[in-house]
Nanobody
Framework: QLVESGGSSVQPGGSLRLACAVS????????IGWFRQAPGKELMGIIC?????LSTSRFTISPDNAANTVYLQLNNLKPEDTGVYSC????????????????WGQGTQVTVSS
């Protein structure tokens, strides 16, 4: 089971930290991915990792093995980042494409607006 939390409404330039609490699987042994469903657009992979921290220019995924939770830090948010953010679990080493992931959470809403 995967349960997301932390979604909110923020102004452009703001930051958020989303959490994905995982039960039944060890987060350091499987791929965890964060995906975004923007209004009217396809589900898109944001960042994915197997057991380690990984960053892009604005986003960081970080597994916490003790809490069995994977975090997504979102910085310098833009209106186009608005959407439902979901975490998903798949086989270790999975690429960041939705077809690779088997178990999904329900999602948490992020809205970026002034």
């Amino acid at each position: 089971q995967l349960v997301e939390s932390g979604g909110s409404s923020v102004q452009p330039g703001g930051s958020l930290r989303l959490a994905c609490a995982v039960s039944g699987f060890a987060v350091d042994e499987f791929a965890i991915g964060w995906f975004r469903q923007a209004p009217g657009k396809e589900l898109m992979g944001i960042i994915c990792s197997t057991g380690r921290n990984l960053s892009t220019s604005r986003f960081t995924i970080s597994p916490d093995n003790a809490a069995n939770t994977v975090y997504l830090q979102l910085n310098n948010l833009k209106p186009e980042d608005t959407g439902v953010y979901s975490c998903a679990l798949g086989p270790p080493g999975s690429s960041c494409h939705k077809s690779q992931f088997v178990h999904w959470g329900q999602g948490t809403q992020v809205t970026v607006s002034s």
